[in-house]
């Protein structure tokens, strides 16, 4: 479909990302709401993130789940490019997660189990995130998660090439230490950053938060610790996703049964039984 700037109503404006404004939009003849990320061509020459656009765009339109962000569609004039992507009525979920601090057990887990569905849908493609992190993530009216902001994601496997920015907290050691050659990494990269999320949405902080030079440093050593007042499970979870080798971190499928999330993710017992037996299989 063919979009243009008079086909939508610009509402307020939702804030500002890295480069660019986000406003809530209403698409004139439908009364379709979303939400429309204005970039400015200029400042994506400059910040020389025009490649990472064109992917985040080819990559998101083809995905659809419902805790990832839709990217609709897209547009463009002589000087910005437009997108046209799912509202989340909740905003971003970092911003939850400063103001509470942290996220009570049942929460965290919800959540993590709606990024473990969100993350098997896109390894399955071969699409790896690689940017896992409560400021890429928006919430939904009902409360759900939504993986936004794409701009990192890549088909795997990839060999790092472009320079890191911004935090280095949810690198997994891989991306971190230049080892050999072929520091070749695959999807893998996203159950160290889920280990890293399930941690800091707990906790109120990343594990290996500390200077950038000490934060490379912990990251390679796997060097954490878990406060006690963390339930046995979500440690053992958190365990082992943080693990340094790659093929050693739990697959999302046995992220998606473990302990912790079946403890706070299936309907409650009594509830689950008495609505059972009317389930049709
Ligand atoms: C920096 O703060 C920013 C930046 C961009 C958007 C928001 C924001 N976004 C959304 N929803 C969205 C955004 C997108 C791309 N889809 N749905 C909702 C909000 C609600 C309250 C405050 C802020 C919000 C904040």
Redesign the pocket.
């Known amino acids: 479909r063919q979009f243009n700037l008079n086909m939508f109503e610009i509402g307020k404006p939702?804030?500002?990302?890295k480069f660019g404004r986000?406003y809530l939009a209403k698409e004139r003849n439908s009364g379709f709401v979303c939400?429309l990320?204005v970039l400015h061509k200029a400042e994506l020459q400059q910040g020389k993130v025009e490649k990472q656009v064109r992917r985040e765009i080819e990559i998101q339109s083809n995905l659809a789940h419902p805790n990832i962000?839709r990217l609709y569609g897209h547009f463009h004039d002589s000087k910005r490019i437009f997108l046209i992507?799912?509202?989340?009525?909740?905003?971003?979920l970092y911003k939850h997660l400063r103001k509470e601090q942290k996220f009570p057990e049942w929460k965290a887990a919800q959540y993590i189990a709606q990024m473990a569905a969100a993350l098997k849908y896109l390894h399955k493609k071969h699409v790896m995130h690689r940017d896992i992190k409560p400021e890429n993530i928006?919430v939904g009216i009902h409360d759900e998660i939504k993986i936004?902001d794409f701009g990192w994601s890549v088909h795997a496997p990839n060999n790092r090439r472009n320079t890191m920015c911004g935090t280095l907290d949810y690198l997994p050691p891989e991306m971190i230490k230049p080892g050999s050659s072929e520091n070749y990494y695959d999807e893998k990269v996203d159950l160290w950053s889920l280990g890293v999320l399930t941690y800091e949405f707990l906790v109120g902080e990343a594990p290996f938060e500390d200077t950038p030079v000490m934060t490379q440093r912990r990251i390679a050593r796997g060097d954490m610790t878990i406060p006690s007042f963390v339930s046995p499970e979500a440690r053992d979870l958190i365990k082992k996703l943080l693990v340094l080798d790659p093929s050693k971190r739990l697959p999302l499928e046995d992220v998606e049964r473990h302990s912790w999330i079946v403890k706070h993710c299936v309907k409650g017992e009594r509830s689950y039984n008495r609505t059972s037996s009317s389930l049709k299989s």
């Open positions: 939702l804030g500002k990302g986000v939400a990320k962000l992507l799912e509202f989340a009525g909740k905003g971003e928006l936004s």
